[in-house]
């Protein structure tokens, strides 16, 4: 780094955001497929999967400013944040990997092991998630460096969100050939040793070069009497909220979606019968998704600049209400589980335009 302007190399930026990959091919995992995985190939009740979902966020809401507090309180020679890339890394996997085991208990004791696992492994997601995002802020003392850092960030969990959805569930049909609970192990091993490798790449190529300046802290109880006085700090928040719950709800029954109504089908491309299974047709209809988020990311600067960032907000929030509503309703989207290719494109490019949208909500 050149201490003059405070500039990274590309190899430290890039290997700081492959952090990003490795923590999306869970987080995104968890969203897209892990309800379908307790429900249809460990054989758990909806009702339990929802409550151990539940508790889980609730913990987050405690663990995740305690970690906070640990990592900042943190000092050894390899700096505040980065020991816990380290460390965590080899837990991390073990635990995605442990997580996707199926012993055969009883549903009892499925409901134990899946409880156990989900939080032991949130715990240890934000003990490695926590400090990594604080890593970037003293990773340069350049704003204008920073910013760049955050771009690498943004493209590397993009690549991890694309490898989940192009590959899981072909993985899953190639390594358990029809047995579902080997192919989820198995994918699931490659995804945790590669998640690893990247947590340790991120430790190996970064370095810590910002010292946090001492100064006086105010107490907690008035940060928050502060927090509670900022409506449009709440109102963004609880737009985020509703957001995130778009963001599982939908992502969460896409492949029930798939799997139970749209089924395999046969698609006639260019005047040609092609068969193609729902796992395809599923991975396909969530990389469209993914591909209209990134555009939607591209044109936010935009619509912002064209009709303000207010319209954006509630504009386009209206808009992805609108086509996420169709894709619960695909008879009135004038969708059948007997589609055609134009079809197919229709409901694949409504929902994924309503995916755009609320991304150029969130990040006007």
């Known amino acids: 780094m050149t201490e003059?302007?405070?500039?990274?190399?590309?190899?430290?930026?890039?290997?700081?955001?492959?952090?990003?990959?490795?923590?999306?091919?869970?987080?995104?995992?968890?969203?897209?497929?892990?309800?379908?995985?307790y429900t249809d190939v460990f054989g758990?009740?909806?009702?339990?999967?929802?409550?151990?979902?539940?508790?889980?966020?609730?913990?987050?809401?405690?663990?995740?400013?305690?970690?906070?507090?640990?990592?900042?309180?943190?000092?050894?020679?390899?700096?505040?944040?980065?020991p816990y890339l380290?460390?965590?890394?080899?837990?991390?996997g073990i635990l995605g990997f442990i997580m996707f085991i199926t012993p055969d208990f009883s549903t009892q004791g499925k409901i134990i092991y899946a409880f156990v696992t989900y939080n032991l492994m949130m715990m240890v997601y934000t003990v490695i998630n926590v400090p990594y995002s604080a890593l970037m802020g003293v990773i340069s003392p350049n704003s204008e460096e920073r910013t760049v850092v955050s771009t690498f960030r943004f493209v590397a969990a993009f690549v991890g969100q694309f490898i989940v959805q192009f590959a899981v569930l072909k993985f899953v049909s190639i390594f358990g050939k029809g047995n579902e609970n080997a192919g989820w192990?198995?994918?699931?091993?490659l995804m945790s040793a590669l998640a690893v490798v990247l947590w340790v790449t991120t430790f190996?190529?970064?370095k810590e070069r910002?010292?946090?300046?001492?100064?006086?802290?105010?107490?907690?109880?008035?940060?928050?009497?502060?927090?509670?006085?900022?409506?449009?700090?709440?109102?963004?928040?609880?737009?985020?909220?509703?957001?995130?719950?778009?963001?599982?709800?939908?992502?969460g029954s896409i492949v029930y979606y798939f799997k139970y109504f749209v089924q395999d089908q046969q698609l006639t491309i260019f005047g040609?019968?092609?068969?193609?299974?729902?796992?395809?047709?599923?991975?396909?209809?969530?990389?469209?998704?993914?591909?209209?988020?990134?555009?939607?990311?591209l044109l936010t600067s935009f619509f912002s600049r064209k009709i303000g960032k207010a319209r954006c907000y509630w504009g386009f929030l209206g808009t992805a209400a609108i086509f996420s509503a169709l894709f619960f309703f695909p008879e009135t989207a004038g969708c059948r589980?007997?589609?055609?290719?134009?079809?197919?494109?229709?409901?694949?490019?409504?929902?994924?335009?309503?995916?755009?949208?609320?991304?150029l909500y969130r990040h006007s």
């Not at 305690?66 to 000092?75: E, F, H, K, P």
């Not at 006085?229 to 599982?248: C, D, E, M, Y």
């Not at 092609?274 to 939607?296: D, N």
Request: hydrophobic share 45%; net charge positive; proline share 4%.
């Open 185 to 189: 192990q198995w994918t699931m091993a």
């Open 210 to 251: 910002v010292k946090p300046v001492k100064g006086d802290k105010n107490p907690i109880k008035q940060d928050l009497a502060d927090l509670i006085r900022n409506v449009p700090w709440i109102l963004i928040g609880l737009a985020t909220i509703f957001q995130l719950l778009f963001n599982v709800i939908r992502g």
């Open 272 to 297: 040609q019968p092609h068969i193609f299974s729902y796992q395809s047709l599923t991975s396909s209809f969530m990389l469209i998704g993914t591909a209209m988020t990134i555009v939607g990311a």
């Open 4 to 37: 003059k302007k405070g500039t990274l190399k590309l190899s430290e930026k890039i290997g700081y955001s492959l952090g990003d990959t490795a923590s999306n091919l869970f987080f995104q995992t968890f969203i897209f497929f892990l309800l379908y995985f």
């Open 337 to 359: 589980p007997d589609v055609s290719l134009s079809d197919y494109c229709i409901l694949c490019g409504g929902t994924g335009l309503g995916t755009a949208m609320g991304n």
């Open 86 to 92: 380290l460390y965590t890394a080899l837990p991390f």
């Open 44 to 82: 758990i009740p909806a009702s339990a999967v929802g409550t151990i979902f539940l508790v889980g966020r609730i913990w987050d809401a405690v663990n995740d400013p305690l970690m906070g507090t640990i990592a900042d309180r943190t000092s050894t020679k390899m700096g505040k944040f980065r």
């Open 204 to 206: 190996a190529t970064t």
